[in-house]
C-alpha cells in the first residue's frame, strides 16, 4: 500500500537539483513514495558527480491518516550517507 | 499411514494409483519400474500423499503459465526504465550494479515468455521452468524498479512450480502425486495471512486506507453499499479466512467461490497490478474440486482439443519439424519487438539441436523423436507476434525509452529511439515531433524541420508548429514565424503556448526569452513519454 506521499529536496551546493535531469520519472515515482535508500544512492550519486560539492537531502514525507508531515534529513548526505 | 489412509479415503473423484510415487510420465521407459516403487511409510502424507487429478493439473498449466508468458510480453514496455543513465537500486544491496539494463530487461522478458509458453504446452518444463524462475527473479529482486510484493510472490510460485509434476503421465485417470501443488496452496494461505496482518492498523480498519485506494465504480459500489469501514473489515475477514482454509481440500468447495469473487473484486479495482489479479484467478484452478476439471475433460470439446494439441505436439515425423521450423522466424518477423527476431532463432537452434541429440544418440537417451520442441518456439512465436500486434507493447517501448532519455538529456539514445519508433509507426507524431527538435539542437536543420512538418500532419495539435515558429524566429525570419504561429493557432486554438508564441511574435506582449531557434530540453516528462 502507497501509504506516504513523500517530496524530495535535493540540492547541490544549496542549488535546488531537478532529479528529472539524472534520473528515469520511475526513480523518483518511487522516492516520493519515502523508499530511503533509493534517495540515499540518488544522493551518494550526486556527491560522486559533484566532489567536493555538499548534497543535501530534506525529505518531507506525508503519512495518511496523519496530520503533519515528517521531516528527514536536511544534512549534507556526502559525509553522512543514511537519512 | 493411518493419515495416509484417512486423506484418500476423502477423495472419491478419481482413480488412483495404489502404491505410485512418483508419476510415470508418457515416454518415459523407467515409468514402470518407477511405478513399482512403494511410498515410504515415514514420508509425512500432508506432503506426499497429495493427490491431484490430471485435468486440473493440465489446466493449471495451460493458464497460468500461459498468462505469465502474457504477462512477460507485457512488461517489455517497462525495459527503457531499467538501467537508465546508468542507475539502479536493488532490493539487495549487492545486486545494484548487477541489476537488468534495458536490453536484458527486454531480452530477459521476451525469453521468460517463449520459456513459459513451452511450459504452458507442456514441453521441456523440467528445463525451461526453472530457467524462466531464474530470471524472473533476476529482474524483480535486481531492482526496486518494479518491486511489488506480486512480484516476490510470482517468483516464488515459479521457484515451487519447478518441482509439480507438469507432463503428462502415462494413465491421466490416475491422479498425480504432487506436493510442490500443496506447498503452492499453503503458500497461497502464508500470503493471505501476511496480508491480513499488515492490515491491522487503525488507518486499514476505520476504512481510511481503503477510501483513499478505491476509484471508479467499485468506490461508487462500497458507499452506496457498505461503505469503506465496513468493506475494510470485510476484506480483512475474507484474507484470513482464506489463510486457513485455502490449503484444506475438504474446504475447496466453499474456499474457491470465495477467493474467486475476492480476486475478481481486485481485478474490478482497476489496481495497476497488470495481470496479477488474474494470475491469482489463475491460481484457483488448484483450489476448484478435481471433480469440477474431470469432469470438464471429459466433455466433447475438451477432449478433442486436448487429442488435437497432443497429436500436434507428438507428431513424430520430421516434416513436422521442418514446418515448425520454417514458420517460426517468417512469423517473428512480423513482430515489432525489439530483439525478438534473435531470441526466437536462438530458441529454434537450441530446439533443432537438442531434436539432432536425441535423433544421433536415441539409444542413449531413449527419448521419443517428436516436433514438441520446435512446435513450442513456433507457438511462442505466435504468441510474441500476436501480442505485439494487438497491443502497443512495441511502440511504447520506443516511446518510454526515448522520453527518458531526452529527459536526462542523452540526445543519441533518444533519437535511436525515435528513428526506432517511426520504423515501426512511420505516422507517429510523438516521434516526428521530438526527432525533429533532436536534430534541430543537434545542427541538423533540414532534416529536423522535414520530421516537424510530418508532425504537422497530424490535426489539432500545434506544437510542431510552435516548435517551427520558434526556429524560423531563431533564425531571424519573423514574418514566417508569426505564419506558422499563426497555423499554430489554427491547428488547435485551446492551445495556451501557441497563442502566447504568437501574441509575443505579434508584439503583443514581450520577447520569449527562448527565441534562440535552438528549443529548451523540457525537464518533466509529459504524456508522450509516460
Not at chain 2, 67 to 96: E, H, K, M, Q, S
Not at chain 2, 137 to 162: E, K, M, N, P, R
Not at chain 2, 345 to 353: E, Q, S, V, Y
Request: charged residues 20%; aromatic residues 10%.
Amino acid at each position: 500500500m502507497r501509504m506516504a506521499q513523500c517530496t524530495p529536496d535535493m540540492r547541490v551546493d544549496g542549488k535546488r537539483f531537478d532529479l528529472g535531469t539524472e534520473f528515469h520519472e520511475a526513480w523518483i515515482e518511487i522516492a516520493k513514495r519515502g523508499r530511503f535508500r533509493v534517495l540515499e544512492q540518488m544522493a551518494r550519486r550526486l556527491c560522486t558527480k559533484h566532489p567536493g560539492a555538499e548534497v543535501t537531502l530534506r525529505l518531507s514525507c506525508q503519512y495518511l491518516g496523519q496530520r503533519d508531515p515528517v521531516v528527514y534529513g536536511g544534512f549534507n548526505m556526502c559525509v553522512a550517507d543514511e537519512i | 499411514m493411518g493419515k495416509q489412509k484417512r486423506n484418500r479415503g476423502k477423495k472419491p473423484e478419481a482413480r488412483r494409483s495404489p502404491t505410485a510415487t512418483t508419476t510415470p510420465v508418457a515416454g518415459d521407459n523407467t515409468a514402470a519400474k518407477r511405478r513399482a516403487v512403494p511410498p515410504s511409510p515415514q514420508a509425512p502424507a500432508f506432503w506426499f500423499g497429495f493427490e491431484v487429478s490430471w485435468a486440473k493439473l493440465v489446466t493449471a498449466r495451460v493458464v497460468l503459465f500461459g498468462l505469465l508468458a502474457l504477462d512477460a510480453i507485457l512488461a517489455v514496455r517497462r525495459a527503457p526504465r531499467y538501467g537508465a543513465n546508468d542507475f539502479n537500486v536493488a532490493n539487495l544491496g549487492f545486486l545494484d550494479h548487477l541489476g537488468p539494463g534495458r536490453v536484458a530487461y527486454g531480452v530477459c522478458s521476451l525469453a521468460i515468455a517463449l520459456l513459459l509458453t513451452a511450459v504452458a504446452l507442456g514441453v521441456a518444463t523440467r528445463i525451461a521452468l526453472p530457467i524462466a524462475a531464474a530470471l524472473y527473479a533476476w529482474l524483480y529482486f535486481g531492482s526496486q524498479l518494479d518491486s511489488y510484493q506480486h512480484h516476490y510472490l510470482v517468483a516464488l510460485v515459479l521457484a515451487i512450480a519447478c518441482f509439480v509434476p507438469w507432463q503428462r503421465p502415462a494413465d491421466p485417470a490416475i491422479p498425480v502425486r504432487a506436493w510442490a501443488v500443496r506447498l503452492l496452496l499453503v503458500q497461497l494461505g502464508i500470503m493471505y495471512l501476511w496480508a491480513a496482518i499488515s492490515k491491522l492498523d487503525p488507518l486499514w480498519l476505520d476504512g481510511t486506507t481503503l477510501s483513499s485506494q478505491l476509484t471508479g465504480s467499485v468506490r461508487s459500489l462500497t458507499e452506496s453499499t457498505v461503505g469503506f469501514r465496513a468493506m475494510s473489515w470485510l476484506v480483512v475477514i475474507v484474507e484470513l479466512a482464506l489463510a486457513v482454509t485455502v490449503w484444506i481440500r475438504p474446504a475447496w468447495r466453499f474456499v474457491a467461490p470465495l477467493g474467486l469473487a475476492f480476486h475478481l473484486g481486485i481485478v474490478a479495482t482497476g489496481f495497476e497490478i497488470g495481470l496479477f489479479a488474474y494470475v491469482m484467478c489463475a491460481l484457483y484452478i488448484l483450489v476448484v474440486p478435481d471433480r469440477v476439471w474431470t469432469a470438464l475433460g471429459s466433455l466433447g470439446f475438451f477432449e478433442r482439443t486436448g487429442r488435437l494439441a497432443r497429436a500436434t505436439m507428438q507428431s513424430p515425423g520430421k516434416p513436422a519439424v521442418v514446418l515448425a521450423a520454417l514458420f517460426a522466424i517468417p512469423i517473428t518477423l512480423l513482430c515489432r519487438l525489439p530483439h525478438a527476431v534473435p531470441l526466437v532463432a536462438i530458441a529454434l537452434g537450441l530446439a533443432i539441436a537438442a531434436l539432432l541429440v536425441r535423433l544421433l544418440f536415441r539409444q542413449l537417451t531413449k527419448q521419443p523423436f517428436t516436433a514438441a520442441l520446435p512446435i513450442a518456439v513456433l507457438a511462442g512465436a505466435l504468441l510474441l507476434t500476436v501480442v505485439d500486434r494487438s497491443t502497443t507493447v512495441a511502440i511504447d517501448y520506443y516511446r518510454f525509452w526515448g522520453g527518458s532519455q531526452r529527459r536526462v538529456g542523452d540526445r543519441d539514445q533518444a533519437e535511436e529511439a525515435y528513428r526506432g519508433m517511426l520504423a515501426i509507426d512511420p505516422y507517429s507524431e510523438i516521434a516526428h515531433f521530438y526527432l525533429g527538435r533532436i536534430l534541430i539542437q543537434t545542427g541538423r536543420d533540414a532534416e529536423g524541420l522535414a520530421h516537424l512538418h510530418e508532425a504537422q500532419l497530424e490535426p489539432h495539435r500545434a506544437r510542431a508548429y510552435v516548435e517551427e515558429a520558434r526556429y524560423l524566429l531563431g533564425q531571424g525570419k519573423k514574418p514566417e514565424a508569426i505564419a506558422k504561429a499563426r497555423d499554430a493557432v489554427f491547428a488547435d486554438p485551446s492551445d495556451a503556448e501557441a497563442r502566447a508564441v504568437l501574441d509575443m511574435l505579434q508584439g503583443v506582449l514581450g520577447p520569449e526569452p527562448q527565441g534562440s531557434g535552438k528549443p529548451v530540453k523540457p525537464t518533466k516528462p509529459t504524456d508522450d513519454d509516460l
